[in-house]
């Protein structure tokens, strides 16, 4: 490798459930120019872009045509990477290391308000043959590896209404999440079921917004360069797309993105090296299940451990303080970007009421959601 590839500038709208006001392609334009602004540079000086957007959820083909203009990208190269967006993010770490390019640019965003109805895009993801005839709405592959998951690690549907609470209660705090509320663990298990023992109140909520960060070379930041956050390891995994044939109490694409990305930073022991983590959260079990597979709490304590307070802003291992995706909003693939966007906010030391005090090194996870077994981890850490 030629050295780290930091994150020198962050641009961002706040995410709401409904944009009627603005489209898309404004909501990118104003992240973009706030990112520009924050890294100290023109779009001119930018080598390469990436949009992290899937054409099935945009409702065009080729949804990547759609974005160079609010980026000011015109005639340069920009490509789109159908993936979470830590995956996405990946693909430009790794263009940067190849010693050909100095600076690039990452954007998501999410019109998800326009989508009539999400689980029939959702649907065509799964098993044309074996799983989509059967005509289930998509959220049974959740009930499934909800049931699954308690019952193979002993955590309980309680602990997972706990990490509701929890997080719509830290994205109190935060001003960009969507769907901050003071909740109770029986307000959430009182809720609609929807795909037992998942139930409506363990889903997070849809949000519109975009995201746009700027990646340099280390060897390009001068001492002028805004708050630079490095990305010391980066990992993705993709599993099995049949659900037939998954594990599905493990979220082993976290696993195995994790240790990608603590073997590229050095990392050994996760709970002790590890200041605090985004993960995500889709789904209340999602949490649980996530921080186990990442080594962030050992398979069947991640529960007990949420009740012990480890995982609150004051624990030893605060995790969502953002609010995660049930707190913010779900808004698809750029939920990864979402978290590590929180991760760098904290880092620099610019998370306002939330701000955890003294943390240098932070983890971002992203899963693509149902019904897929996609994601990524990212370890980023200041100068």
């Given at each position: 490798?030629?050295?780290?590839?930091?994150?020198?500038?962050?641009?961002?709208?706040?995410?709401?459930?409904?944009?009627?006001?603005?489209?898309?392609?404004?909501?990118?334009?104003?992240?973009?120019?706030?990112?520009?602004?924050?890294?100290?540079?023109?779009?001119?000086?930018?080598?390469?872009?990436?949009?992290?957007?899937?054409?099935?959820?945009?409702?065009?083909?080729?949804?990547?045509?759609?974005?160079?203009?609010?980026?000011?990208?015109?005639?340069?190269?920009?490509?789109?990477?159908?993936?979470?967006?830590?995956?996405?993010?990946?693909?430009?770490?790794?263009?940067?290391?190849?010693?050909?390019?100095?600076?690039?640019?990452?954007?998501?965003?999410?019109?998800?308000?326009?989508?009539?109805?999400?689980?029939?895009?959702?649907?065509?993801?799964?098993?044309?043959?074996?799983?989509?005839?059967?005509?289930?709405?998509?959220?049974?592959?959740?009930?499934?590896?909800?049931?699954?998951?308690?019952?193979?690690?002993?955590?309980?549907?309680?602990?997972?209404?706990?990490?509701?609470?929890?997080?719509?209660?830290?994205?109190?705090?935060?001003?960009?999440?969507?769907?901050?509320?003071?909740?109770?663990?029986?307000?959430?298990?009182?809720?609609?079921?929807?795909?037992?023992?998942?139930?409506?109140?363990?889903?997070?909520?849809?949000?519109?917004?975009?995201?746009?960060?700027?990646?340099?070379?280390?060897?390009?930041?001068?001492?002028g360069t805004?708050?630079?956050?490095?990305?010391?390891?980066?990992?993705?995994?993709?599993?099995?797309?049949?659900?037939?044939?998954?594990?599905?109490?493990?979220?082993?694409?976290?696993?195995?993105?994790?240790?990608?990305?603590?073997?590229?930073?050095?990392?050994?022991?996760?709970?002790?090296?590890?200041?605090?983590?985004?993960?995500?959260?889709?789904?209340?079990?999602?949490?649980?299940?996530?921080l186990e597979?990442?080594?962030?709490?050992?398979?069947?304590?991640?529960?007990?451990?949420?009740?012990?307070?480890?995982?609150?802003?004051?624990?030893?291992?605060?995790?969502?303080?953002?609010?995660?995706?049930?707190?913010?909003?779900?808004?698809?693939?750029?939920?990864?970007?979402?978290?590590?966007?929180?991760?760098?906010?904290?880092?620099?030391?610019?998370?306002?009421?939330?701000?955890?005090?003294?943390?240098?090194?932070?983890?971002?996870?992203?899963?693509r959601g149902?019904?897929?077994?996609?994601?990524?981890?990212?370890?980023?850490?200041?100068?």
């Open positions: 490798m030629l050295g780290r590839v930091a994150i020198v500038g962050i641009g961002y709208t706040p995410l709401r459930t409904v944009t009627p006001e603005v489209s898309f392609r404004e909501m990118i334009f104003e992240a973009a120019v706030k990112a520009y602004s924050d890294a100290g540079v023109e779009p001119g000086q930018v080598d390469t872009f990436v949009s992290v957007t899937e054409d099935y959820i945009e409702g065009t083909a080729i949804a990547d045509e759609y974005v160079p203009d609010q980026l000011g990208a015109v005639l340069k190269p920009v490509h789109t990477v159908t993936a979470d967006g830590i995956t996405g993010l990946a693909s430009l770490v790794m263009q940067i290391e190849t010693g050909q390019l100095d600076l690039a640019v990452i954007e998501g965003h999410s019109k998800a308000s326009n989508i009539g109805h999400p689980a029939h895009i959702e649907a065509l993801a799964l098993d044309p043959i074996y799983a989509r005839p059967l005509g289930f709405h998509p959220r049974y592959v959740a009930g499934l590896e909800m049931r699954a998951f308690l019952e193979e690690t002993g955590n309980t549907e309680r602990q997972a209404a706990l990490v509701v609470a929890k997080n719509r209660a830290n994205a109190l705090r935060n001003p960009l999440a969507a769907y901050p509320a003071r909740l109770s663990a029986d307000d959430v298990l009182a809720s609609r079921p929807e795909a037992e023992p998942l139930k409506r109140s363990d889903i997070a909520g849809y949000a519109d917004g975009a995201i746009v960060m700027v990646l340099a070379r280390e060897s390009l930041l001068s001492p805004s708050q630079p956050v490095f990305i010391d390891g980066i990992g993705w995994s993709q599993h099995t797309p049949n659900i037939e044939e998954r594990e599905l109490h493990r979220a082993i694409y976290a696993e195995s993105a994790a240790q990608m990305a603590y073997r590229m930073a050095g990392i050994t022991s996760p709970t002790g090296e590890i200041d605090f983590a985004e993960v995500d959260d889709t789904f209340s079990y999602k949490e649980l299940q996530h597979a990442l080594g962030l709490a050992r398979p069947g304590e991640s529960g007990m451990l949420l009740e012990e307070g480890m995982f609150s802003p004051t624990g030893d291992l605060p995790v969502n303080v953002s609010g995660g995706s049930l707190g913010c909003g779900n808004t698809y693939d750029m939920s990864g970007l979402r978290s590590v966007l929180e991760v760098v906010l904290q880092i620099r030391n610019a998370a306002g009421e939330r701000q955890l005090p003294g943390v240098k090194t932070g983890l971002a996870q992203s899963w149902i019904p897929t077994a996609t994601g990524g981890v990212a370890v980023l850490r200041g100068e």
